[in-house]
């Protein structure tokens, strides 16, 4: 079983910074990627960025070069630096951990989920 512990989400003012984390546990290894989703009232949990098991990033459009993902295997920890925050960033943001495969492009799938952590961004 594998365990996901967010934290670091809160009340920030636009243009302000955050950085969440999340702490894995259980049977888990440094080589699963991991990944943060988000999911705003009334819309769906969407993909925010990923990091696979060799160090590499994805992001949706909408963060890049706002949000850096970040991993340390030692602690088995992803981190998620935020900067320039927009109200629109308002959401429930989930940590997961799950599986990559290569078709042509590498594609991740997340398996295990965290409880979430609320990040609010006020205008």
């Known amino acids: 079983q594998v365990q996901l512990v967010e934290s670091g989400g809160g009340l920030v003012q636009a243009g302000g910074s955050l950085r969440l984390s999340c702490a894995a546990s259980?049977?888990?290894?440094?080589?699963?990627?991991m990944g943060w989703y988000r999911q705003a009232p009334g819309k769906q949990r969407d993909l925010v960025a990923w990091?696979?098991?060799?160090?590499?990033?994805k992001y949706a459009d909408s963060v890049k070069g706002r949000f850096t993902i970040s991993r340390d295997n030692a602690k088995n920890t992803v981190y998620l630096q935020m900067n320039s925050l927009k109200p629109e960033d308002t959401a429930v943001y989930y940590c997961?951990?799950?599986?990559?495969?290569?078709?042509?492009?590498?594609?991740?799938?997340?398996?295990?989920w965290g409880q979430g952590t609320q990040v609010i961004v006020s205008s």
């Open positions: 997961n951990a799950g599986s990559q495969y290569r078709s042509g492009a590498l594609y991740y799938t997340p398996e295990y």
């Open positions: 990091i696979s098991s060799g160090g590499s990033t």
């Open positions: 259980g049977s888990i290894f440094s080589i699963n990627p």
